[in-house]
């Protein structure tokens, strides 16, 4: 009996680690599991509204979003100029967000832009795993697009931080001296999930002229 019990405990258990490991590896095609504190709805249905920032740009982003308060922007995203707009899901991982920056390049130098900012992005994280990285017309208007999976180690060795991995769109338009940025970025853990509303809400983007 002692050796039937033990062979059945091992079989279990050979199961459940397998089952595991399934789970968890990266680019599963299974559903990702959220922490159960957070009561996420994986299956719930994302509604878009439309919404316009600095009166410049309309987009349709999820209804769930609101707009992040200047003191949530100076701790997310500190820099010396501003986001044109910040908006954030509820529970405040998931981001869509607009800059602007003086520039001298022009409309033709698209590809340029592209292989710098391209460099700039693999300089910023520890790892990136490009989706797509294109020249593509939006709203009849010509903008760079990266789509990857990033991850940012902290480099001090006597961190005991996790590695912060996130899945990102970003694009960038050029006009009259100015280079517009629109970032939509989750955890990786979540990109199943929100890939195609992220496609969806990049691709309803307009700027005016």
């Known amino acids: 009996m002692k050796n039937v019990f033990f062979i059945l405990l091992s079989f279990f258990l050979l199961n459940t680690a397998v089952g595991y490991a399934q789970s968890s590896s990266y680019g599963s095609k299974g559903k990702p599991t959220a922490p159960a504190n957070r009561n996420y709805n994986y299956d719930a249905p994302i509604n878009l509204k439309k919404v316009t920032i600095a009166k410049r740009v309309t987009v349709s982003l999820p209804e769930e979003f609101t707009v992040m308060p200047d003191e949530g922007i100076a701790v997310k995203y500190p820099a010396a100029r501003k986001p044109l707009g910040v908006y954030s899901s509820k529970n405040g991982q998931i ?93 990786t853990l979540l990109k199943d999930k929100w890939q195609a509303t992220a496609n969806k809400v990049m691709n309803s983007i307009k700027v005016s002229s």
Do not use: C, H, W
């Open 95 to 187: 981001d869509f967000s607009v800059n602007e920056k003086p520039t001298t390049f022009i409309a033709r130098d698209l590809p340029l832009v592209k292989d710098i900012y391209k460099a700039s992005i693999m300089r910023t994280f520890s790892e990136v795993q490009f989706i797509r990285e294109e020249i593509k017309e939006i709203d009849k208007k010509q903008m760079i697009v990266f789509e990857f999976v990033s991850t940012l180690k902290d480099e001090n060795p006597n961190s005991n931080k996790a590695p912060v991995k996130k899945y990102t769109i970003m694009q960038y338009y050029l006009k009259g001296g100015k280079l517009m940025i629109f970032t939509f970025n989750a955890p």
